[in-house]
């Protein structure tokens, strides 16, 4: 993000209608939020022009064109396009991640196709995902969560309705992204591992991300996984001046070598921790400028901030 008090993320969309019937949006300048598929959308670690189904655009309507999540001024990016992925992993393995889901369209279309988030079950009918991938949404009914496989071709997918939405109250306060997350009501319990939240702020080591985000070839229809470093508050600070909730964000990437990340696609999905032989949710794919790029570690909605406020909203669902 590198940018000054006048260059600060600011949502602009430039929209075109594709003879495929998607709606298009203009390749971001830096920032915007991670996003994705078959669509065409930008967001804060994008560079390339994701497709976004008509399918999506049509469901979610303004809510898709939110997204973007573009710096007003910001200038292009040196080099243009950045080979972006998730970046340095590789496919993860059925039953490594059972708690991750993705998001998508109601509708027509295969889980790949309409998939545009992730997401982690975190009871047996809720899912936590990113508030950028579902703030303008109006009908939970235009929203389908995608379990059961990390395969979103495989006959084990179960598509599942939503039933209710609840974007964070506090998203973006005090500055931008700050607070990024949501709760998903599920319509039904799904049959999966819900992960547990992680409830302290830590300095962690290794983390783990996972999703169906760019791999800088393909949205594959296998979830990715990669293990990032840890970044802490004071670089991650330094990396984007001005622009880090140290309460609510944390960071993770190789900030000087960069080469692993998540990436588009990916928003909304799950950074994972190991705490007592198992993996707990410390944060949520949020943003950050490029993907895997030197410098630009991924941001993430720091869970261990928000999991009291997450709480409250369960038991109102109760």
Same mark, same amino acid.
């Given at each position: %993000? ?24 203009? !390749?971001? !300048? ?16 994008? !560079? =390339? /022009? ?21 710096? +007003? ?15 340095? $992993? ?13 998001? $998508?369209?109601?509708?027509? $279309? ?17 899912? /936590?995902?990113? +508030?950028?991938?579902?703030?303008? &949404? ?38 931008? %992204? ?13 049959? &999966? ?10 300095? #962690? ?18 979830? =990715?996984?990669?293990?990032?470093? #840890? &970044? ?17 964000? @944390? ?8 080469? &692993? ?10 950074? %994972? ?5 198992? /993996?707990? @949710? ?37």
């Amino acid at each position: %993000m590198h940018c000054n008090s006048l260059n600060r993320p600011q949502k602009r969309h430039a929209t075109t209608k594709a003879t495929d019937g998607a709606f298009r949006i203009r !390749k971001a !300048k830096r920032p915007n939020p991670h996003i994705h598929p078959e669509r065409t959308i930008v967001d804060k670690k994008r !560079k =390339h /022009l994701i497709r976004l189904g008509a399918g999506v655009a049509a469901g979610l309507g303004a809510a898709a064109l939110a997204w973007t999540g573009v710096a +007003a001024n910001a200038e292009d990016t040196p080099g243009g396009d950045f080979d972006a992925q998730i970046i340095g $992993g590789g496919p993860a393995e059925e039953g490594r991640y059972p708690w991750l889901v993705g998001l $998508g369209s109601a509708g027509e $279309g295969t889980p790949w196709e309409r998939q545009f988030c992730g997401g982690s079950v975190i009871a047996a009918d809720v899912v /936590l995902t990113a +508030a950028h991938c579902v703030e303008d &949404v109006t009908d939970p009914e235009t929203l389908v969560v995608f379990s059961g496989s990390v395969d979103l071709e495989s006959d084990a997918v179960v598509e599942t309705s939503v039933a209710a939405v609840h974007v964070a109250e506090d998203y973006n306060d005090p500055i931008a %992204m700050a607070n990024d997350w949501a709760l998903l009501k599920l319509d039904e319990p799904v049959d &999966v591992d819900p992960i547990p939240l992680s409830t302290d702020p830590a300095e #962690f080591g290794a983390l783990e991300t996972a999703g169906w985000g760019d791999t800088g070839e393909e949205y594959p229809t296998v979830a =990715h996984w990669v293990e990032v470093p #840890f &970044v802490g508050d004071a670089d991650c600070e330094a990396a984007y001046p001005g622009e880090v909730d140290a309460a609510s964000m @944390l960071c993770a990437g190789d900030v000087e070598n960069g080469g &692993v990340d998540s990436c588009q696609g990916d928003s909304g999905g799950p950074i %994972m921790a190991e705490e007592d032989g198992e /993996l707990i @949710l410390a944060g949520v794919v949020s943003w950050g400028y490029g993907c895997a790029e030197p410098g630009n570690p991924g941001v993430y909605a720091e869970v261990a901030d928000f999991d009291d406020a997450i709480g409250e909203v369960l038991a109102g669902w109760e």
